[in-house]
Nanobody, 121 residues
Framework: VQLQASGGGLVQAGGSLRLSCAAS????????MAWFRQAPGKEREFVAA????????SYADSVKGRSTISRDNAKNTVSLQMNSLNVEDTAVYYC???????????????WGQGTLVTVSS
Protein backbone atom coordinates (compact mmCIF):
# COMPACT_ATOMS: atom_id res chain seq x y z
CA VAL A 1 0.00 0.00 0.00
CA GLN A 2 1.30 3.42 -0.94
CA LEU A 3 -0.11 6.80 -0.12
CA GLN A 4 1.46 9.82 -1.77
CA ALA A 5 0.52 13.19 -0.33
CA SER A 6 1.13 16.43 -2.20
CA GLY A 7 0.04 20.05 -2.35
CA GLY A 8 1.78 21.49 0.67
CA GLY A 9 3.76 24.68 0.56
CA LEU A 10 4.14 28.18 1.93
CA VAL A 11 1.04 30.34 2.07
CA GLN A 12 0.15 33.60 3.73
CA ALA A 13 -2.39 33.73 6.51
CA GLY A 14 -5.85 33.95 5.06
CA GLY A 15 -4.89 31.99 1.99
CA SER A 16 -5.92 28.57 0.74
CA LEU A 17 -4.32 25.26 -0.12
CA ARG A 18 -5.55 22.03 -1.61
CA LEU A 19 -3.85 18.86 -0.46
CA SER A 20 -4.11 15.65 -2.42
CA CYS A 21 -3.32 12.04 -1.64
CA ALA A 22 -2.99 9.32 -4.24
CA ALA A 23 -3.44 5.74 -3.07
CA SER A 24 -2.32 2.51 -4.63
CA UNK A 25 -2.11 -1.12 -3.65
CA UNK A 26 -5.45 -1.29 -1.86
CA UNK A 27 -9.15 -1.45 -2.53
CA UNK A 28 -9.51 2.28 -2.25
CA UNK A 29 -13.27 2.46 -2.53
CA UNK A 30 -13.86 0.32 0.57
CA UNK A 31 -11.93 2.28 3.18
CA UNK A 32 -12.23 5.54 5.04
CA MET A 33 -9.60 8.14 4.28
CA ALA A 34 -8.37 10.82 6.61
CA TRP A 35 -5.97 13.68 7.03
CA PHE A 36 -3.96 14.18 10.17
CA ARG A 37 -1.36 16.80 10.95
CA GLN A 38 1.58 17.19 13.24
CA ALA A 39 3.08 20.51 14.20
CA PRO A 40 6.61 20.79 15.59
CA GLY A 41 6.71 19.62 19.20
CA LYS A 42 3.10 18.49 19.16
CA GLU A 43 1.29 15.20 18.84
CA ARG A 44 -0.34 14.10 15.63
CA GLU A 45 -3.92 15.33 15.49
CA PHE A 46 -6.97 14.50 13.44
CA VAL A 47 -8.04 16.98 10.77
CA ALA A 48 -10.75 15.37 8.65
CA ALA A 49 -12.00 12.03 7.41
CA UNK A 50 -14.32 10.76 4.71
CA UNK A 51 -16.11 7.44 4.44
CA UNK A 52 -15.88 5.09 1.49
CA UNK A 53 -19.11 6.48 0.03
CA UNK A 54 -17.78 10.03 -0.14
CA UNK A 55 -20.84 11.25 1.73
CA UNK A 56 -20.10 10.79 5.42
CA UNK A 57 -17.41 13.12 6.70
CA SER A 58 -15.92 14.21 9.98
CA TYR A 59 -13.90 17.30 10.83
CA ALA A 60 -11.88 18.55 13.74
CA ASP A 61 -13.38 21.62 15.35
CA SER A 62 -10.25 23.57 14.48
CA VAL A 63 -10.89 23.26 10.71
CA LYS A 64 -14.65 22.83 10.56
CA GLY A 65 -16.32 25.37 8.33
CA ARG A 66 -13.20 26.29 6.42
CA SER A 67 -12.06 22.90 5.15
CA THR A 68 -13.59 20.33 2.82
CA ILE A 69 -12.50 16.75 2.39
CA SER A 70 -13.45 14.88 -0.76
CA ARG A 71 -12.54 11.72 -2.60
CA ASP A 72 -12.58 10.34 -6.10
CA ASN A 73 -12.80 6.56 -5.96
CA ALA A 74 -12.30 6.29 -9.70
CA LYS A 75 -8.92 8.02 -9.39
CA ASN A 76 -8.00 6.64 -5.96
CA THR A 77 -7.47 10.11 -4.56
CA VAL A 78 -8.57 12.06 -1.53
CA SER A 79 -8.26 15.81 -1.23
CA LEU A 80 -8.42 18.41 1.50
CA GLN A 81 -9.32 21.97 0.58
CA MET A 82 -8.28 24.35 3.34
CA ASN A 83 -9.33 28.00 3.37
CA SER A 84 -8.71 30.92 5.69
CA LEU A 85 -5.44 29.40 6.79
CA ASN A 86 -3.75 30.70 9.92
CA VAL A 87 -0.35 30.16 11.48
CA GLU A 88 -1.79 27.46 13.74
CA ASP A 89 -2.39 25.35 10.63
CA THR A 90 1.36 25.05 10.07
CA ALA A 91 2.20 21.35 10.23
CA VAL A 92 3.10 18.28 8.27
CA TYR A 93 -0.12 16.84 6.87
CA TYR A 94 -0.54 13.09 6.49
CA CYS A 95 -3.16 11.07 4.69
CA UNK A 96 -4.16 7.70 6.09
CA UNK A 97 -6.46 4.75 5.46
CA UNK A 98 -8.78 2.98 7.87
CA UNK A 99 -11.70 0.59 7.77
CA UNK A 100 -13.69 2.98 9.96
CA UNK A 101 -14.58 6.65 9.90
CA UNK A 102 -12.79 7.56 13.10
CA UNK A 103 -10.50 10.27 14.41
CA UNK A 104 -8.11 7.99 16.30
CA UNK A 105 -4.76 7.65 14.55
CA UNK A 106 -4.21 4.17 15.99
CA UNK A 107 -7.14 2.95 13.89
CA UNK A 108 -5.40 3.91 10.66
CA UNK A 109 -3.29 1.14 9.20
CA UNK A 110 -1.56 2.93 6.35
CA TRP A 111 0.02 6.36 6.21
CA GLY A 112 1.50 8.59 3.57
CA GLN A 113 4.81 10.34 3.94
CA GLY A 114 3.37 13.75 4.72
CA THR A 115 3.40 17.13 3.04
CA LEU A 116 4.49 20.31 4.80
CA VAL A 117 2.15 23.26 5.08
CA THR A 118 3.65 26.51 6.34
CA VAL A 119 1.43 29.50 6.97
CA SER A 120 3.15 32.83 7.38
CA SER A 121 1.66 35.78 9.23
Amino acid sequence: VQLQASGGGLVQAGGSLRLSCAASGLTFSSGAMAWFRQAPGKEREFVAAIAWNGVNTSYADSVKGRSTISRDNAKNTVSLQMNSLNVEDTAVYYCAVSSWLVSIPERYAYWGQGTLVTVSS
